[in-house]
């Protein structure tokens, strides 16, 4: 079965499962199957923010007045925010748009994707303003150790899932020989296995992994340092918080059946191996907060607080999936993050300092002369 | 002028509401979320969008009836509400995450 770009069959798309049904063919919205995906495209609408608007003046004088060991948390966590970026801008398009089957999902896809090509534009705008040779930290990226590090462990079910499409899509059901590869099996329940670890994965990426970047841009702006970093990673965070509720709702519909009932059947199977995908995050992201500090600390943030958030916060996003607490943390280490996560207040501009989420350049048709009354010429 | 003042604490008085969290008891009313008025009363609550898209703010409803003015964006799990949009509509009992 291989992918077309516009589906010659006639079907009823409010029948077909989120994912592996029919290949979308009209984007059409008057009817859906799942209205959710919809708001949140015009959430995300809403959202809309360039990195330019930000001013990083004082950063750079900020950023030279830095400690070396804070330059190197600091720029690590960067690169790091760079790589998650870098992987989500393109991974939600590649791995689930040739196997989406409702168009407002796939709409949604493109979106969330989108949103992310945004934060990987702004990665480059902070680096450009507080170094002079941004090419460095780009090139050290794809070469350093710890970062790389990373770079497995949050594209293998991605790559995973895309292999097995791209298979599915040229050979069809069977056992392949791939070379370099070994022997592979292509079959709906285990394509579908790949795809349900693949939103779990993501969904771990975006409500663990961001988070705890977050807390350490959040760090220095505790301390009055690289605010307009802040101020563009508050941005992200919000966007980041809808994409979860994203792919939360992807998780809990394919596991509660409603969508795709041998979805609900895999979904019970792999309960322990999401389970896994949660613990082995949280233990890299501890990892890396060792390597972040390892140098020394900074006011307000040290190895171990960040890695007690890890576990706090991987707590909750376990449970909001479903999921029994893993870690006996149950507060929240550095409870001063939320000040800086909620997004109300992010300033874009002042006129649209109250409500961050507003329609830009609505009209109101239903105008008449009495409008004018309290007009005086 | 005390008969209309009266009149408006008693109406206030009949929207007041027990919510009971672990061996507290916090009184609100229906003119605010939940959220606002756990944290009035000096609980921490975690958040994050306060708008119903992002379910940080998700906590264990034991019993007793909350709406919603509008329908959250966030997925609300049976059991759950969502305290930054949630309106105390009867006694309750509440729990946080584990």
Known sequence: MSYSTFNRKQFDSTKEPMFFGENVNVARYDQQKHPIFEKLIEKQLSFFWRPEEVDLSTDRKDFQRLEAHEQHIFLSNLKYQTLLDSVQGRSPNVALLPIVSLPELETWIETWSFSETIHSRSYTHIIRNIVNDPT?????IVTNEEITKRADSVSIYYDRLIEMVNIYNTMGMGTFDIPGKGSIEISMPKLKKALYLTIASVNVLEAIRFYVSFACSFAFAERTLMEGNAKIIKLIARDEALHLTGTQHMLNLMASGKDDPEMAIIAAECQDEVRQIFIEAAEQEKEWATYLFKDGSMIGLNAQILGQYVEYITNVRMQTVGLDAHFATKHNPIPWINAWLVSDNVQVAPQEAEISS???????????????????? | MTSISKTATSDKAEQVHRVLLGKKQILVTEDEPLLVQLEQAGIHVEYQCREGYC???????????????????????????LACCAIVKSDIEIAFFD
């Open chain 2, 55 to 81: 379910s940080s703010c998700s906590i264990k409803l034991l019993w007793g009836n909350v709406s919603y003015p509008f329908e959250p964006l966030a997925w609300v799990q049976s059991g759950y509400l």
């Open chain 1, 136 to 140: 460095k930290i780009f090139d050290d």
């Open chain 1, 358 to 377: 507003y329609l830009v350049g609505q009209t109101d048709n239903s105008l008449d002369d009495s409008d004018f009354d309290d007009f005086d010429l």
